[in-house]
């Protein structure tokens, strides 16, 4: 359910930021439909934010740079990071099984097979629950077979984790554990915050804001403890490739369906402090992070593959590598990469998703937002805003 990750032709970096050619890209992707977009922009010592179209389309309310969003499963980058301050406090082994830990929740063969390692980077073979937690999208992705009625009917649903849980381990495997090819899968980010509460006393949620949140100092950024969003934040639009025509709003949204899987909200200038911190071995030792960083391929939702850390993903850009995450909830996408060099960053969010809409097949095809956005990120990431295609990812 989330932004795509870009891949540039190759080419060498500009060290500074234009600020009319990043307004410009921004403007384009307000242009290419989405009601707003806004982002911020690091470079060496230079910060530059931007916002571009409404925030609320009733009332026209302008976006603007520091605004709060839901930013989806960019979550999972600090759950993972909680995860491996217990590691290096000795309270939680990366190989341990979660049976051992766990043994109600994942009892018997998978709960000895499966390790805290498979849950954070995906290869548990464990099934997503989220198409059984909403009946209506049950035969996700194929768009002509489903309908959106199950997210109206659980807008101010309140779902108990382990339940949900229940839900994942009891649907068919979607691979088995260890495999080399992981899947995708919100299952394992809320058993890591079973496991987080089981070690720590307090819930997933305290526990990443003492350990993650309030170190790191960002005063943005916290988990919901509502359906409603505290704070300025924009309007948050869902079509759901054109289901949901015009898209609907879905700001206020009860976020115990992901959990410490997808529900923080933050600011694009926390989640870019957040990244610059993590990836210079400031929240977690250098171990850890190379630990954080070591990938294996992982088939999204849309069927794409991704390169997967613990927490993190690698996009391999022209330009250079980038470490970092994306993230969707209903109406709202966020991304934020980070160079590995540490040179660059950005962070953005818009307020409309899944706006692809399928052809005679099913198949969501390409949009002109699709390319306002490469055109974007590589603005951002290489300093221009030549052509760039794609990667697989989500």
């Known amino acids: 359910m989330d932004l795509r990750l870009p891949l540039c032709e190759a080419d060498s970096p500009s060290t500074g930021l234009d600020p009319a050619r990043l307004q410009a890209a921004l403007d384009g992707v307000h242009r290419a439909g989405v009601p707003a977009v806004f982002a911020e922009v690091r470079a060496a010592d230079r910060v530059w934010r931007g916002a571009a179209g409404v925030a609320d389309l009733d009332t026209g309310r302008p976006a603007t740079p520091e605004l709060r969003q839901r930013v989806g499963s960019v979550t999972k980058a600090f759950t993972a990071t909680a995860v491996l301050r217990q590691v290096e406090r000795g309270r939680i082994a990366l190989d341990a099984p979660i049976g051992d830990v766990l043994p109600r ?132 639009y869902e079509s759901f490739y054109g289901k949901i025509d015009p898209p609907r709003d879905y700001s206020d949204y009860d976020m115990s369906w992901v959990g410490p899987a997808a529900a923080l909200v933050s600011t694009m200038a926390d989640l870019n402090r957040f990244f610059a911190l993590l990836l210079d ?95 974007l990120y590589r603005q951002a990431m290489c300093g221009h805003d030549g052509p760039a295609r794609p990667a697989d990812g989500r």
């Not at 929740?105 to 097979?113: A, I, M, S, W």
């Not at 849950?119 to 073979?125: A, F």
């Not at 794409?304 to 996009?315: M, N, V």
């Not at 590598?321 to 953005?348: E, P």
């Open 281 to 375: 071995g400031r929240i977690v030792s250098r171990h850890s992070l190379a630990q954080m960083q070591c990938t294996v391929p992982v088939r999204a939702f849309d069927g794409t593959t991704i390169d997967y850390g613990l927490g993190l993903h690698r996009a391999d850009l022209g330009c250079g590598t980038c470490w970092g995450h994306d993230g969707s909830a209903w109406g709202a996408g966020t991304i934020s990469l980070t160079r590995a060099d540490g040179t660059r960053q950005l962070s953005a969010a818009v307020n409309l998703q899944r706006w692809n809409r399928p052809d005679a097949s099913g198949r969501p095809q390409p949009h002109p937002i699709d390319g306002a956005l490469a055109a």
């Open 105 to 236: 929740l994942v009892p018997g063969e998978r709960g000895r097979k499966v390790t805290v390692r498979m849950l954070l980077n995906h290869t548990s073979g464990l099934a997503d629950y989220l198409p059984y937690a909403y009946p209506s999208l049950r035969n996700f992705p194929s768009v002509p077979d489903i309908s959106t009625e199950s997210l109206d009917d659980s807008r101010y649903r309140h779902f108990d984790p382990v339940e949900l849980i229940d839900l994942g381990l009891a649907a068919p495997p979607v691979g088995e554990p260890g495999g080399p090819t992981g899947v995708y899968s919100n299952t394992n980010y809320l058993l890591l915050g079973q496991l987080l509460e089981l070690v720590t006393g307090v819930a997933a949620e305290e526990c990443i804001t003492r350990d993650v949140i309030e170190p790191a100092g960002l005063p943005d950024t916290g988990f919901p403890t509502g359906p409603s969003l505290d704070g300025p934040h924009p309007r948050m």
